[in-house]
């Protein structure tokens, strides 16, 4: 009897960096339920982080076609990675590049016979495009920022060309985007991505890790890449619904000392709930708050290193996110009908925040503004004075999010043409 040829198996390449890896995971685990073999590939770092702190492996445990496999970066175990990530790309493009080729090369030697036929890569990463048409193998670019940022990063070379870019600081930031038809009517100076206000410092981010035993329950679902502070669900549990404003600035951006000290007297003078996570490596010098402000009720704060994100926004007694605006935090909060404020801190996030607040009326855009009193104002504006309204537009957002993802939706049917167009590819 002739046997039946294996099933494609995809190769899956994300950035090293906590968002790329969440959402490619989460796509992994989709084109396995799509009937695709998938190999999760991961830099040496990365994978260690997702053995020991997500609970990838058993989650996986019932897709038999699912391989988690790690490929070198180049860097030694000690290497600060995530103060220097842009050290990390460089180095990736040597080192990981050649044993990149040779894993297209050999096949990626699957269990049952079956060879990579296809790679999905993230579009950050240069090299596998490269590497991928040498060896003839298709490859999809995936990339993990919003769809406005990237038009935006496509239309850079007009924006030069017309003069409008670069500009600085001490321009004026809110003259509206004018050569490209479509940016006047949203966007300005200050909404474009961080790096085109000549001046900008380099990108920098620190993600050191620390750990700290908690002894909570183990996740239904985590693709941390930090143990996450489970405790604070538990204090969730205690709040009135939609009464406490989350504060997360995501994995990588960084505050000073002086802007912590102007989020923090902003929120406690705004005399709202809120949960805040604090990365150790977050604040430049000194990351204590103190605590003493809140006298009295410190029931009404709570920080935490890292947080079970997707679990918190989507806990009934959150009603506000102040965000970096990330593209996955951004995503995340729209699924759950969480209204946001945002400071964005670099690249796409300028973007993202102006979509937020003009576009979809989530909420309010704060950015280049660190000022207790400003903060105070705005949270207690999302979290009581205009609360209903925005309760009301993140609870529409939510529902075209659900149905876009609901049988026949929108998204759906994207990712069952992707599923279809793997297989031809394949054949
Ligand atoms: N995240 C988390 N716990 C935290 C903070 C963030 O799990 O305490 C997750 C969050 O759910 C999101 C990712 O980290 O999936 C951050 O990605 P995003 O694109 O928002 O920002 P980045 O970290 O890339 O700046």
Same mark, same amino acid.
């Given at each position: 009897?002739?046997?039946?040829?294996?099933?494609?198996?995809?190769?899956?390449?994300?950035?090293?960096?906590?968002?790329?890896?969440?959402?490619?995971?989460?796509?992994?685990?989709?084109?396995?339920?799509?009937?695709?073999?998938?190999?999760?590939?991961?830099?040496?770092?990365?994978?260690?982080?997702?053995?020991?702190?997500?609970?990838?492996?058993?989650?996986?445990?019932?897709?038999?076609?699912?391989?988690?496999?790690? *490929?070198?970066?180049?860097?030694?175990?000690?290497?600060?990675?995530?103060?220097?990530?842009?050290?990390?790309?460089?180095?990736?493009?040597?080192?990981?590049?050649?044993?990149?080729?040779?894993?297209?090369?050999?096949?990626?030697?699957?269990?049952?016979?079956?060879?990579?036929?296809?790679?999905?890569?993230?579009?950050?990463?240069?090299?596998?495009?490269?590497?991928?048409?040498?060896?003839?193998?298709?490859?999809?670019?995936?990339?993990? *920022?919003?769809?406005a940022?990237?038009?935006?990063?496509?239309?850079?070379?007009?924006?030069?060309?017309?003069?409008?870019?670069?500009?600085?600081?001490?321009?004026?930031?809110?003259?509206?985007?004018?050569?490209?038809?479509?940016?006047?009517?949203y966007l300005r100076?200050r909404d474009?991505?961080?790096?085109?206000?000549?001046?900008?410092?380099?990108?920098?981010?620190?993600?050191?890790?620390?750990?700290?035993?908690?002894?909570?329950?183990?996740?239904?679902?985590?693709?941390?890449?930090?143990?996450?502070?489970?405790?604070?669900?538990?204090?969730?549990?205690?709040?009135?619904?939609?009464?406490?404003?989350?504060?997360?600035?995501?994995?990588?951006?960084?505050?000073?000392?002086?802007?912590?000290?102007?989020?923090?007297?902003?929120?406690?003078?705004?005399?709202?709930?809120?949960?805040?996570? *604090?990365?150790?490596?977050?604040?430049?010098?000194?990351?204590?708050?103190?605590?003493?402000?809140?006298?009295?009720?410190?029931?009404?704060?709570?920080?935490?290193?890292?947080?079970?994100?997707?679990?918190?926004?989507?806990?009934?007694?959150?009603?506000?996110?102040?965000?970096?605006?990330?593209?996955?935090?951004?995503?995340?909060?729209?699924?759950?009908?969480?209204?946001?404020?945002c400071?964005p801190?670099?690249?796409?996030?300028q973007v993202n925040s102006r979509l937020v607040e003009e576009e979809?009326?989530?909420?309010?855009d704060?950015k280049?503004?660190?000022?207790?009193?400003?903060?105070?104002?705005?949270?207690?504006?999302?979290?009581?004075?205009?609360?209903?309204?925005?309760?009301?537009?993140?609870?529409?957002?939510?529902?075209?999010?659900?149905?876009?993802?609901?049988?026949?939706?929108?998204?759906?049917?994207?990712?069952?043409?992707? *599923?279809?167009?793997?297989?031809?590819?394949?054949?």
């Amino acid at each position: 009897m002739a046997q039946s040829p294996p099933r494609p198996r995809v190769l899956i390449f994300p950035l090293p960096l906590q968002g790329p890896v969440n959402s490619m995971l989460k796509l992994s685990e989709l084109l396995c339920l799509g009937g695709l073999h998938v190999t999760f590939l991961v830099t040496d770092h990365i994978d260690a982080r997702l053995r020991r702190y997500s609970n990838v492996q058993s989650r996986f445990h019932s897709y038999p076609g699912f391989r988690l496999q790690a *490929i070198s970066d180049g860097l030694p175990e000690n290497h600060p990675r995530g103060d220097k990530f842009l050290e990390v790309f460089e180095s990736m493009k040597v080192h990981t590049k050649p044993l990149f080729k040779e894993l297209l090369q050999s096949g990626g030697g699957g269990e049952g016979g079956d060879r990579i036929s296809c790679v999905i890569a993230d579009g950050g990463l240069e090299f596998p495009l490269d590497v991928a048409e040498e060896v003839g193998i298709p490859l999809f670019i995936v990339r993990t *920022i919003s769809a406005a940022c990237l038009w935006v990063f496509f239309c850079l070379p007009q924006l030069i060309q017309s003069g409008e870019l670069p500009f600085t600081g001490d321009d004026d930031l809110d003259v509206m985007v004018k050569s490209v038809p479509g940016m006047e009517r949203y966007l300005r100076r200050r909404d474009l991505p961080s790096f085109c206000r000549s001046g900008n410092p380099p990108l920098h981010a620190h993600l050191k890790a620390k750990l700290a035993a908690t002894g909570a329950s183990l996740p239904d679902f985590s693709n941390s890449l930090w143990e996450e502070d489970r405790f604070c669900l538990v204090w969730l549990d205690d709040q009135p619904p939609k009464s406490v404003l989350y504060v997360s600035f995501g994995s990588l951006a960084t505050v000073t000392r002086d802007q912590l000290m102007e989020f923090w007297h902003g929120l406690v003078n705004s005399g709202q709930r809120f949960l805040w996570v *604090i990365r150790q490596d977050s604040v430049a010098g000194e990351s204590q708050v103190p605590m003493e402000l809140l006298q009295g009720s410190e029931e009404r704060g709570f920080v935490v290193y890292w947080a079970p994100q997707e679990e918190v926004l989507a806990h009934p007694a959150v009603g506000g996110f102040l965000t970096h605006s990330g593209w996955n935090s951004t995503l995340e909060s729209a699924y759950e009908g969480v209204p946001m404020i945002c400071w964005p801190y670099f690249l796409d996030q300028q973007v993202n925040s102006r979509l937020v607040e003009e576009e979809w009326k989530l909420g309010f855009d704060m950015k280049d503004t660190c000022d207790r009193s400003v903060i105070e104002k705005t949270v207690r504006n999302l979290m009581e004075v205009r609360k209903d309204e925005f309760q009301r537009s993140a609870a529409q957002m939510a529902s075209s999010a659900k149905t876009s993802l609901g049988d026949g939706g929108s998204s759906f049917s994207h990712l069952e043409r992707l *599923i279809q167009d793997i297989k031809d590819k394949s054949v």
